[in-house]
């Protein structure tokens, strides 16, 4: 059901920063970046 103009509530589960493949890939690529930072000192 959608109720427009409403604001958004919580759903199956508590809210969260990100979502859980999005911090894999956010990690993934800090990590990336990370060493490719490292091997160029």
Excluded: H
């Amino acid at each position: 059901m959608q109720r427009l103009g409403k604001q958004a509530e919580g759903g199956e589960y508590p809210v969260q920063s990100g979502f859980g493949w999005t911090n894999a890939i956010l990690l993934c690529l800090m990590d990336g970046l990370s060493a490719s930072d490292e091997a160029a000192q």
